[in-house]
């Protein structure tokens, strides 16, 4: 049986071929991340069932079902999607769809839908390999594409509803309570292949001016679309006690960047990315939930202090920040050795000041360093 798998989240696509491996061992799968080498490989090869996510980085996973069936109408063609609307369904229906499956699925339920199209019985969830062993499933999640997720369904909502006649203003409010937004704003800057660029976007207001308001609102609109978000309870919680964190952040650094003149814009951007690696591993942990798996209160914390500096290294090179930005993410945590740069130094106090580290005789030395004395600057 010879299967296409059109998916550009490589961990999805390696977790779909282990399922249809599981259920036919003797299935040949080709994997393709987007749609023009999979329309190029249907003219030259017979496709006995085809899998295709909706929203793919170059087209429409529709696109590659319309010629799908234009070849081999008896093809059956399956539609992996997290926005079945109406819209979507007769769309899908149209260009010649068989079946869906949604976003997040249940991996039980998956190997019951594509065991009916493949003819065989299922087998334990257990015998998926590393999936029901979390320290596994995170470390190899680790080795494949890490999302930031919307932290809460009613902000995503939000950002995928905008209006065109949204402002700056509060565009920018949307990308403070979602480090999702900023990241991918900031980073599609930094990503354009302009050389005068050079990496040289800091903050998202300057993201908003270089790719222009109708560009930014189409961007959030398509991110609220493509990007997962945080569903359980739990996780949902201990991301907004992330965010509450970085608002209490923010309003310190906003008057010690006022009190000792420095540009708001980066120190503001690390305060809304600096607990990136934190958001990847709940993104992770949901997907686990999602695929079926029992995740107990007990095992969160250790999870996320366990694996968070390894996904955040890992997503902050992949979104290409700003070595800049970054520097100053990590001055909340320890300042570099040597001179000691203002801004990083404001950063340091900040995080002394809203309890991310707890040494008084640091923060007491950097504050009358910069002139601040015993000030108070977390009320």
Do not use: Y
């Amino acid at each position: 049986m010879k299967i296409v798998i059109v998916e550009d989240d490589s961990w999805i696509a390696d977790l779909l071929r282990q399922v249809l491996l599981s259920l036919n061992p003797q299935a040949s799968i080709t994997v393709f991340e987007r749609v023009t080498p999979a329309l190029n490989h249907f003219r030259g090869a017979w496709v006995d069932l085809l899998l295709t996510d909706l929203h793919l980085p170059d087209a429409s996973g529709l696109d590659v079902v319309t010629a799908m069936k234009r070849l081999n109408p008896g093809c059956p063609c399956i539609l992996v999607t997290a926005s079945i609307d109406r819209e979507t369904v007769i769309k899908a229906r149209k260009a010649g769809i068989t079946d869906f499956i949604a976003k997040p699925f249940n991996v039980a339920d998956l190997l019951k839908r594509l065991g009916t199209l493949i003819k065989t019985d299922t087998i334990p969830l257990a015998d998926l390999e590393g999936l029901n062993d979390l320290s596994a499933f995170l470390e190899q999640r680790l080795n494949q594409t890490l999302f930031i997720p919307w932290s809460q369904p009613g902000t995503r909502q939000r950002a995928e509803t905008l209006e065109n006649a949204c402002s700056v203003q509060e565009l920018v409010r949307l990308a403070r309570q979602e480090p999702a937004l900023t990241a991918g704003l900031i980073s599609a800057v930094n990503r354009a292949d302009r050389p005068e660029n050079a990496f040289d976007c800091l903050s998202v207001e300057s993201a908003i001016e270089q790719l222009g308001l109708p560009a930014s609102i189409a961007l959030c609109q398509r991110l609220a679309r493509s990007r997962p978000v945080l569903s359980d309870p739990r996780l949902q919680e201990l991301a907004t006690d992330l965010l509450a964190e970085q608002a209490k952040l923010a309003k310190i650094l906003t008057r010690l960047a006022d009190h000792q003149s420095i540009a708001q814009g980066p120190v503001r951007t690390a305060v809304s990315l600096c607990r990136l690696g934190e958001m990847a591993v709940l993104c992770a942990l949901q997907n686990f939930l999602n695929f079926g798996q029992a995740l107990d209160d007990e095992q969160l914390a250790p999870a996320i202090e366990r694996f968070a500096p390894a996904f955040g290294n890992r997503i902050k090179v992949n979104l290409q920040l700003p070595f800049v930005i970054r520097e100053l993410v990590g001055s909340l945590f320890k300042l570099p050795q040597g001179g000691q740069r203002k801004d990083l130094v404001l950063m340091r106090i900040a995080a002394l000041e809203c309890g991310l580290d707890n040494n008084p005789a640091q923060l007491a030395q950097l504050k009358q360093w910069i002139g601040l004395g015993s000030q108070d600057l977390s009320s």
